[in-house]
């Protein structure tokens, strides 16, 4: 019963704006970046709140549109700003994790197929209790909110310095 609640729930939050709730964390606002064709890697986006009343954390994620999917973060190193793999996100309980931008985020690494915008992709977020949560995210062509930021203070993540991973495994 509980898998086709939150089957449920993952197909309309595709749809509309509609905040996912199962478990004990409710999940809105996600997107993914649409990237060009020739693109192999991407990155998705959401708000995560923990409704319980246990600390839990994000373990990992997997989608069958990417060959990998790993839990990322952001650091500056001088003045770069520098991509590294997470091990978890803590979700304390009561607390909203935001998933976003030049911060912590899903990557999705060796795309099976390209990202375009107005298309949707499957993510499955696993937490500490065991709960395993289905998300459709949304394609979003971020290219002209982009543009539109003050003093171009807005992150592109193409464009990050992405050298202190290890790529060796990434298959490109």
Known sequence: MKLLAMSTLAIFAGMTSIAIQAADVEIKDQ????????????????????????????????SDSAARVELHGHRHEGNVMKMYELKDIDIPAGKTEYLKSGGKHIMLMGLKRPLKAGSEVDVTLHFSDGDAVDVKIPVKDLRDETKDMAHGSAMKHVEMDHGSMDHSSMGH
Do not use: H, M, Q, W
């Open 31 to 62: 997107y993914a970046r649409a990237v060009p064709a020739v693109s192999t890697n991407s990155a998705a986006f959401l708000t995560i709140t923990n409704i319980g009343e246990e600390d839990i954390k994000l373990v990992s994620a997997d």
